[in-house]
């Protein structure tokens, strides 16, 4: 299933495909940046790009969302209202992902997880391992970009594939060049 829309486009027009040098969340370098906030900034932008991922996993009948903090919670959020279930979000406490706030996941819900930005599948990783010790059953993982080849041993579907070249720190030519680095995330490793 494709989106309804040119979703390619729709990044360029909101300018959130930058060029340069820029640190990934992972800690990778990569010249290319995908800014998803100009996309989860924009609701009738947003909702679109949800509906689009909640129609491909609408079939498997999830009856949670859920996401990451803090990029994924707009998003899975969104996803919940098309689906007409629930979200909730797993975020760090003392450095150790966790659902907080009452949150919780029992053996009899069917979860999807959400993200925004997919690049080497931490984030996604760290939300699975909540969603599996609950006992809750993983239905898929649905995301706006997939920035490149990431298992998570279920159904994935991106919006866009969008394969990306990143290198390591010190593998990094634009860091052997000197050019600077930017930072525009919001997670750290």
Known sequence: ????????AMLERRGA?????FLLSSGRHSDRFVQKFRILEEPSLLGPVAGA?????????????????????VLGYEVARHL??????VE???????????????ESDR????????????????VIEIVRASGATLVGVGAIVRRGAVDFGVRTHALLDLPLRSYDAAECPQCAA??????PGSRRV
Do not use: Q, Y
């Open 1 to 8: 299933m494709t989106a309804p829309f040119d979703l390619a």
């Open 17 to 21: 495909l930058l060029e340069g040098h």
């Open 53 to 73: 991922i909640a129609a491909a996993f609408a079939a498997d009948r999830p009856s949670v969302v859920v996401s990451a903090a803090v990029g994924g919670i």
């Open 84 to 89: 007409e279930t629930r979200a909730v979000f």
């Open 92 to 106: 760090k406490e003392r450095g150790v992902p966790t659902l907080r706030r009452g949150f919780s996941l029992n």
């Open 111 to 126: 979860v999807l997880v959400v993200e925004d930005v997919v690049t080497t599948g931490t984030s996604v990783r760290e």
């Open 178 to 183: 000197g050019e600077p680095l930017h930072d």
